[in-house]
């Protein structure tokens, strides 16, 4: 390739940067085509409640069924969505899906309205949209599910943009009865002022912290102050990315009850998770 230098000449591309540009352009209209022929899942990962030892509710975790590739998870596609914008669409889409998801669940009576909820993940960008309150409403009224089964999980990112539109946003989908979690919480830098000024109901400790922390003292102590951090602020908690019994038996110790991890189960099918929510959560992992 040609590369030109200086102000104001135009540089050319090398050959490895084509394909580099080719292959995401690929991938776009791709994913673009996915939306198209509904090519997009929702994986269905349980939360369980050590007091209880029952399943309180799941994360729903997209994937993306290619026809030639087969199953992904959205490690390999979740940043092209956000750059195109596409996010816009697969996240109303999401939306919808978990809705019907709870519908049929509470249909089949496999939950009781008031004993589960189902969170989903909303990109900052799907958060910022005009009519996202809106949004939210129309799903759960059209899919006629109590509103108390849904969770919407943000992260601590969503402040970085205009946090009193944030925090306004947040209150009128509170009055309709939505609860929020931070996700990945511990791993961005949200000062405890803000923390406050946010209507939260729950904190997901960061799976970094949790991998760590019967390893790393560091870890282990940070574990310990969003523990007592989300106690004084009179929060959920929920540990994400639990894998072993020993920090399961480190988690319990310090008092968090609420697990979500490998050690428990992964991100499943509908149909697999329908099954786990009729038998006993296995406390051996
Ligand atoms: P997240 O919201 O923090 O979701 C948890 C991720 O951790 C999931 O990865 C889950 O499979 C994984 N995980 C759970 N337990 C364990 C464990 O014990 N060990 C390990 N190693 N991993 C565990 P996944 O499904 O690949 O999702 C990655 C990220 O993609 C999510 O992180 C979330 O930020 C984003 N994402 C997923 N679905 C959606 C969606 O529908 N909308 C948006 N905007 N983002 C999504
Ligand atoms: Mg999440
Ligand atoms: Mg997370
Ligand atoms: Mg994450």
Sequence with gaps: GVKASGRNSIAFFEPQMQVVVSQRLQLEAELRQALLEGEFRLHYQPQVDARTQRITGAEALLRWQHSETGLTGPGTFMHVLEESGMILEAGH???HEACSFVARLLDRELIAADQFSLSINISPRQFRQANFVAQVGAAIAQHQIPVQCLKLEITESIMIHNISDTVEKMNELRDMGIRFAIDDFGTGYSSLSYLKRLPVDLLKID???????????????????IIVMARSLNMELIAEGVETAEQLAFLQQQECHTYQGFYFSRAVREEAFCALLGSPVNWAG
Excluded at 214 to 224: F, G, M, Q
């Design 93 to 95: 889409w999401v939306l």
């Design 207 to 225: 799976q970094s912290f949790i991998n760590d922390c019967t390893r790393d003292s560091n870890d282990a102590e940070i574990v310990r102050a």
